[in-house]
C-alpha cells in the first residue's frame, strides 16, 4: 500500500489548499480514509476523516467549518480542502488508511497505512 500526499506549501492567513493523496496497492472504496497532523515535539493528532463510501465524514472541533474531506474512489485518492487557514494550522499532514473507520478514527493507532507528510506553513 502505498500513499502519497501533496498540495502542501506555504500560505499567508486566511488563504486556502487543497491536499490530495492518491492511494496504490489498495482499493480505496474498501477503505476509510484520515487526514492528520502532525506539529514538531507534539503527537499527531486527528484532522477528518471519511468512510469507505464518502457517505460520513468526521472532523475535529478545531478545523470543523474550515476545512472538507472528500474523495474521489474513481481515483484512488483523497482530498482535504483547507479554508481560512490559521496559523496554528502549520503542520505536517499524513493521510492514513484502514479498512473500516469504526467508533476511534481519531485515534492515530488505529490506522494501519500512512503517507510521508506534506508541509504546510501558514504566515501571520
Known amino acids: 500500500v502505498h500513499l502519497v500526499e501533496s498540495g502542501g506549501g506555504l500560505v499567508q492567513a486566511a488563504g486556502s489548499l487543497r491536499l490530495s493523496c492518491p492511494a496504490s496497492?489498495?482499493?480505496?472504496?474498501?477503505?476509510?480514509m484520515a487526514w492528520f497532523r502532525q506539529c514538531p515535539g507534539k503527537e499527531r493528532e486527528f484532522a477528518a476523516a471519511?468512510?469507505?463510501?464518502?457517505?460520513?465524514?468526521y472532523y475535529a472541533d478545531s478545523v470543523k467549518g474550515r476545512f472538507t474531506i472528500s474523495r474521489s474512489n474513481a481515483k484512488n485518492t483523497v482530498y482535504l480542502q483547507m479554508n481560512s487557514l490559521k496559523p496554528e494550522d502549520t503542520a505536517v499532514y499524513y493521510c492514513?488508511?484502514?479498512?473500516?473507520?469504526?467508533?476511534?478514527?481519531?485515534?492515530?493507532?488505529?490506522?494501519?497505512?500512512w503517507g510521508q507528510g506534506t508541509q504546510v506553513t501558514v504566515s501571520s
Open positions: 492514513a488508511a484502514k479498512t473500516h473507520v469504526g467508533s476511534y478514527f481519531y485515534q492515530a493507532t488505529t490506522w494501519n497505512y
Open positions: 471519511i468512510t469507505e463510501n464518502g457517505g460520513n465524514t
Open positions: 496497492g489498495l482499493t480505496s472504496r474498501r477503505y476509510g
